[in-house]
T-cell receptor
Framework: DVKVTQSSRYLVKRTGEKVFLECVQDMDHENMFWYRQDPGLGLRLIYF???????EKGDIPEGYSVSREKKERFSLILESASTNQTSMYLCASSLGLGGDTQYFGPGTRLTVL | GENVEQHPSTLSVQEGDSAVIKCTYSDSASNYFPWYKQELGKRPQLIID?????GEKKDQRIAVTLNKTAKHFSLHITETQPEDSAVYFCAASIGNNAGNMLTFGGGTRLMVKP
């Protein structure tokens, strides 16, 4: 079974703090994704990576950056957290891109005060 | 880019009834349409998908239909059970082409009343 894990289930940070969310997958998948989930808006893609050190912007990259130094690990960085970044963050991985199953992590619920 | 709209946003049915969730997409080049189920407090998981060379696909009590001309696809759940209660997301993509990601609909909260 594919296993995708995220570093925290719940996180509370203050406005202006730098926040790191980590995701690890154990299936040697090429592709990894970071989504933000908000009620009524579905899953919106923040960034994705199709190879080590490669990254592409998704639909809502503003205020976020990412890092992929190793194939199994994909980090989402909030350079200066703001209250409108309070949300559920989901990581996913897949073998292929659009046409392959994405396997999701359990999610991190981030609250920015 | 691709835009996916999903309806209804909430759906309540009696156990044993059928449930239908509909999605429309904007990019006629999209050719891969998965459905994900997210139970309360859990991660989304793929339950069924369909590619554009197929009009319908079934897996036990769930089925997906695709109308490429009208650019819409639907999820059908028959004989609903309480464990079907969850949020369902549709998505669309231009297959495996690099740079073409999944675009998700807004989700449907299905409640099955025992």
């Amino acid at each position: 079974d594919v296993k995708v894990t995220q570093s925290s289930r719940y996180l509370v940070k203050r406005t202006g703090e730098k926040v790191f969310l980590e995701c690890v997958q154990d299936m040697d998948h090429e592709n990894m994704f970071w989504y933000r989930q908000d009620p009524g808006l579905g899953l919106r893609l923040i960034y994705f990576s199709y190879d080590v050190k490669m990254k592409e912007k998704g639909d809502i990259p503003e205020g976020y950056s990412v890092s992929r130094e190793k194939k199994e690990r994909f980090s989402l960085i909030l350079e200066s957290a703001s209250t409108n970044q309070t949300s559920m963050y989901l990581c996913a991985s897949s073998l292929g891109l659009g046409g392959d199953t994405q396997y999701f992590g359990p999610g991190t619920r981030l609250t920015v005060l | 880019g691709e835009n996916v709209e999903q309806h209804p946003s909430t759906l309540s049915v009696q156990e044993g009834d059928s449930a239908v969730i509909k999605c429309t997409y904007s990019d006629s080049a999209s050719n891969y349409f998965p459905w994900y189920k997210q139970e309360l407090g859990k991660r989304p998981q793929l339950i069924i998908d369909i590619r554009s060379n197929v009009g319908e696909k079934k897996d036990q009590r769930i089925a997906v239909t695709l109308n490429k001309t009208a650019k819409h696809f639907s999820l059908h759940i028959t004989e609903t059970q309480p464990e079907d209660s969850a949020v369902y997301f549709c998505a669309a993509s231009i297959g495996n082409n690099a740079g073409n990601m999944l675009t998700f609909g807004g989700g449907t909260r299905l409640m099955v009343k025992p």
